[in-house]
């Protein structure tokens, strides 16, 4: 998936177009859409990254996982924990990358 078309994902999760994005993180008209044909600053990534609260690797198609870093939500641990009540905090990890691995094979 290209940037652009991770981007449009995300807003249509949210509700939102691109433009109103642009529009909520004041950047200038079809900014995003030139992203198509013109490398975005790193500065700009960071800023659409965290409106979504997803990572730049994320946007960049250099992951699946759009959490940022490898934290684990509370939602997630719970998740994990009635999987295993047992598990350590890394075996929460890798069953979550598992339910993410999982997830993205079935979309």
């Known amino acids: 998936m290209t940037l652009l ?3 449009k994902k995300l807003c249509k999760k949210r509700g939102i177009s691109v433009t109103m994005l642009e529009n909520e993180l004041e950047l200038p008209d079809n900014t995003i859409y030139q992203w198509k044909n013109r490398t975005p600053s790193v500065d700009r990534l960071q800023v659409v990254a965290d409106y979504f609260n997803v990572s ?8 699946d996982n759009p959490q940022i870093g490898n934290e684990i939500t ?11 009540p047992a598990a350590t905090e890394e075996d929460m990890k ?14």
């Open 74 to 84: 509370e939602e997630a641990a719970t998740l994990a924990a009635h999987i295993d």
């Open 5 to 7: 078309e991770v981007i």
């Open 56 to 63: 730049v690797d994320y946007l960049l198609g250099r992951t």
């Open 94 to 107: 890798k069953i979550l990358e598992y339910i993410d691995f999982i997830q993205q094979k079935y979309k």
